[in-house]
């Protein structure tokens, strides 16, 4: 997956807007951060709680580990975009999306992933 193309899933649910957050791409949803591409572009972080972080390390330890110290041990997980398909960072995304979104936006797509 290119960095473009993590782009465009990003945007592509609901009222994720495009922004920067110390120098480097973020995605919000009504102005908190589901997802970020690391400075070096060739990562990416989702804003997934542990056992949702826990299950996409366990199938795919290539693709998906935890971001460094405490933010990662509350869920915040790194992706490796070259290593990393569009199925299943699209369903990362979505996760960290609702966990990001407020649950009356979340309710109004619960059809979405």
Known sequence: MTVEAFRRLALSLPEAVES???GHPD???RGKIFATIAPDGKRAGLNL???QQLVFMNSLPEVFVPAPGAWGARGFTMVTLRKAKKNTVQDA???AWRNTAPKQLVSLHSGLG
């Open 20 to 22: 920067s957050h110390m």
């Open 27 to 29: 995605f919000r949803v």
């Open 93 to 95: 995304l979505v996760m």
């Open 49 to 51: 709680v542990p056992d």
